[in-house]
């Protein structure tokens, strides 16, 4: 794959997709500023090569229509104070104003281009936006893994437009963890997968059955697994029009040699609040009408064993209600003893990387990928419309 470095951009406009689609508070102020940080060693190295940088993002779903709400102009401003030079931000991101912007611009300037998504056009992947885009460009550079899996205007149909593209540096170490952890692993590879549905996962699950050697699977989603053998779950979250497809798994994971761990203890609740009424139970224990929140201590311990030996970790999903408190442990747990391992460790989601910062852990993590939708679809064994389209 061509990445930026290949190419020669002096003097060039070079649009960049970057995913600039940041948590804001209450007060309108950034509060996780991490994909911003990412898109630094592209902007700064076509900065350096005396590119001329059109950054280009969505922030939100507005739907189509402006609204100030999601307007990019904090990030701007944001972005101009890690970059220590000013950052201007574009009055749309199509049209002549938006041209002229652009023509004017000197070789290091930066540009950043109002939300995409202020337009139809971009999720429709439109032709004529992505004409009207590519007008501002010589180049183009994918630096978004997290919207690479989306075929929309700025992702597709700008690469298919123009002649010189590649990826960024924030995109190829992403593609190139991928290939380290599912393609050309340090064994045992260890799959751990959380969170709450098993619906949004079971692609990604099936496939890993190729690739792993074992799979540790913890959160709601294990309910699902344990009630399709047998197990009373009581209240707690389960999909049962997919308990045929769960024991299926089981039973193809037993035929392709792949080990499952499933937890063997509960922290169960009378009621999914922080305040509910807990106590630890089995996995036969239990009680009707509570729900299994968080894994026990006896599965953290289980878990734990399960990764001692891994030369690779890939981890998707929390092992329960980590946003409060009193569901957090199981979860912590597992990022301590993740951080911990020899092995290589690749988290990816929103929720697993939430995690990892919450127990104070980053450092010690190979690497947090930024896409929880893309880093599925890889895991799915599917290609990245974003990333194919580089390769044409």
């Known amino acids: 794959m061509i990445t930026v470095k290949d190419i020669d951009i002096k ?5 960049v997709r970057v995913d600039f689609n940041v948590p804001m508070d209450d007060k309108g102020d950034i509060s996780d500023d991490i994909r911003i940080r990412t898109a630094l060693p592209t902007i700064c190295y076509i900065r350096d090569q005396g590119g001329k940088v059109v950054l280009c993002s969505h922030m939100g779903r507005p739907k189509g229509e402006v609204n100030e709400k999601y307007s990019l102009g904090p990030i701007a401003s944001h972005l101009g104070s890690l970059l220590e030079d000013e950052v201007r931000l574009a009055p749309d991101c199509i049209g002549n104003e938006v041209e002229d912007m652009v023509a004017s611009m000197k070789e290091g300037e930066v540009i950043l281009l109002e939300n995409l998504r202020f337009h139809k056009g971009e999720t429709d992947n439109d032709a004529e936006f992505a004409r009207e885009l590519a007008r501002l460009a010589d180049v183009y ?23 010189e593209k590649g990826a960024g540096m924030q995109l190829e170490t992403e593609m190139e963890y991928y290939r380290k952890s599912m393609e050309s692993p340090i064994r045992p590879l260890i799959a751990l997968v959380g969170g709450a549905k098993v619906s949004s996962k079971l692609g990604a699950l099936e496939n890993m059955l190729d690739k792993v050697d074992r799979m540790i699977i913890g959160g709601a989603m294990a309910n699902t697994f344990l009630k399709s053998m047998g197990v009373d779950m009581g209240g707690s979250k ?24 499933f937890p063997i203890d509960f922290i169960a609740a009378d009621s999914f609040a922080a305040d509910a009424v807990t106590k630890t139970v089995t996995y036969r224990d239990m009680p009707e009408s509570w729900m299994a929140l968080d894994i026990g201590p006896a599965t953290t311990i289980f878990f734990k064993e399960a ?18 408190d009193v569901f957090a442990r199981g979860t912590m747990a597992m990022c301590r003893a993740v951080a911990l391992s020899q092995a ?8 697993s990387n939430a995690a990892i910062k919450k127990s104070g852990e ?11 939708g893309a880093f599925l679809m890889l895991m799915e064994g599917k290609t990245l419309p974003g990333v194919d389209i580089l390769r044409k």
């Open 11 to 15: 003097g060039k406009r070079v649009l």
């Open 307 to 324: 990764l001692e030996d891994a030369g690779t970790i890939v981890w998707n999903g929390p092992m329960g209600a980590f946003e409060m």
């Open 362 to 372: 980053e450092k010690n993590i190979s690497y947090m990928s930024t896409g929880g």
């Open 238 to 261: 389960t999909e049962d029009d997919l308990l045929d497809n769960a024991k299926k798994f089981i039973d193809t994971a037993e035929e392709k040699g792949v080990k499952l761990y």
């Open 344 to 351: 290589l460790s690749i988290t990816g989601g929103g929720d």
């Open 141 to 163: 550079i994918n630096d978004a893994f997290a919207v690479s899996h989306r075929a929309h205007a700025s992702v597709v149909g700008v690469a298919e437009l123009l002649e």
